[in-house]
């Protein structure tokens, strides 16, 4: 029953930018992955960006060498850098978790975030 809390969308117009926290609070979670998701109106969920362990990140194409991931390993929080936004991410944006709670796996989610991009 984790319950992670995000923040940080909002109107943006294109070329800023926006940066979205999420956390997992509580005690007993081991986090092996965190990462973002988005879903645009009328499409299907898409992984925006992951860390997995210390190091290993991915992005999808459309967002590479604009979006940066980064965690807070002691507050069991993740982060999502966005610069020069354009219109095409604008999307609801869906922070998740993956790990151990106590002795059972973990996959939790985040109620999402809207981040609009005007043209």
């Known amino acids: 029953q984790v319950q992670l809390m995000e923040s940080g969308g909002g109107l943006v117009q294109a070329g800023g930018s926006l940066r979205l926290s999420c956390a997992a609070p509580?005690?007993?979670?081991?986090?092996?992955?965190m990462g973002w998701y988005r879903q645009a109106p009328g499409k299907e969920r898409e992984l925006v960006a992951i860390?997995?362990?210390?190091?290993?990140?991915n992005y999808v194409d459309s967002v590479k060498g604009r979006f940066t991931i980064s965690r807070d390993y002691a507050k069991n929080s993740v982060y999502l850098q966005m610069n020069n936004l354009k219109s095409e991410d604008t999307a609801v944006y869906y922070c998740?978790?993956?790990?151990?709670?106590?002795?059972?796996?973990?996959?939790?989610w985040g109620q999402g975030t809207l981040v609009t991009v005007s043209s």
């Open positions: 998740n978790a993956r790990g151990y709670y106590f002795s059972d796996t973990l996959d939790a």
């Open positions: 509580g005690s007993g979670i081991r986090l092996t992955s």
């Open positions: 860390l997995v362990g210390r190091s290993s990140t």
